[in-house]
Antibody, heavy 119, light 105 residues
Framework: EVQLVESGGDLVQRGGSLRLSCATS????????MSWVRQAPGKGLEWVST????????YYADSVKGRSTISRDNSKSTLYLQLNTLRDEDTAVYYC????????????WGQGTLVTVSS | QLTQSPSSLSASVGDRVTITCRAS??????LAWYQQKPGKAPKLLIS???TLESGVPSRFSGSGSGTDFTLTISSLQPEDFATYYC?????????FGQGTKVEIK
């Protein structure tokens, strides 16, 4: 059974930093691109970042580009998202998601971890 | 850019429901639909515009190509009340529609 379990969400001050983690199991982690998708309270879904299976290629939404870093440790089947210079608008539930084999879609989602940015 | 319509709708159990997603540029058939219930993570329902994911009831169907896509629920069931999102990939940018909330009438 595929499982994605996020952790690291917290209440942080504006301008602060946070690292989210996603522990995975039930599939060959290194064979899949992985992504982060977020959802602000009461709002829709927003793609944040994607990383290829070997970690070489990374992609970011304009809203977080330059302030965030996606990475992975294939030996630990774990995905990470480093968020820096946090803004109010980064407040959201962050979902760890597995990309389908063609990268087009997201077939498995974690339960989400809440990041709250406070002044 | 993806534009869903309507943004919300009220329907009764047994109704046929159609949700539309319009892309600002042609997406071939590389479009997905997700269902999200309150407090839960989204669930992939349909990929490649019309391919039903394993375990998804057959009352769900998707159609369309290019810029216009639809999600249809042929006979709405109580467990289908949720928010639905379309999603595409274009030039390594994954984009979601703004969502359509399906509520009980």
């Amino acid at each position: 059974e595929v499982q994605l379990v996020e952790s690291g969400g917290d209440l942080v001050q504006r301008g602060g930093s946070l690292r989210l983690s996603c522990a995975t199991s039930g599939f060959t982690f290194s064979k899949y691109a992985m992504s982060w998708v977020r959802q602000a309270p009461g709002k829709g879904l927003e793609w944040v970042s994607t990383i290829s299976g070997n970690g070489v290629a990374t992609y970011y939404a304009d809203s977080v580009k330059g302030r965030s870093t996606i990475s992975r440790d294939n030996s630990k089947s774990t995905l990470y998202l480093q968020l820096n210079t946090l803004r109010d608008e980064d407040t959201a539930v962050y979902y760890c998601v597995r990309d389908t084999s063609g990268w087009y879609y997201f077939d498995y989602w974690g339960q989400g971890t809440l990041v709250t940015v406070s002044s | 850019q993806l534009t869903q319509s309507p943004s919300s709708l009220s329907a009764s159990v047994g109704d046929r429901v159609t949700i539309t997603c319009r892309a600002s540029q042609g997406m071939s058939t590389f479009l997905a639909w997700y269902q999200q219930k309150p407090g839960k993570a989204p669930k992939l329902l349909i990929s490649s515009a019309s391919t039903l994911e394993s375990g998804v009831p057959s009352r769900f169907s998707g159609s369309g190509s290019g810029t216009d896509f639809t999600l249809t629920i042929s006979s709405l069931q109580p467990e289908d009340f949720a928010t639905y999102y379309c999603q595409v990939l274009n030039s390594y940018r994954w984009t979601f529609g703004q969502g359509t909330k399906v509520e009980i009438k």
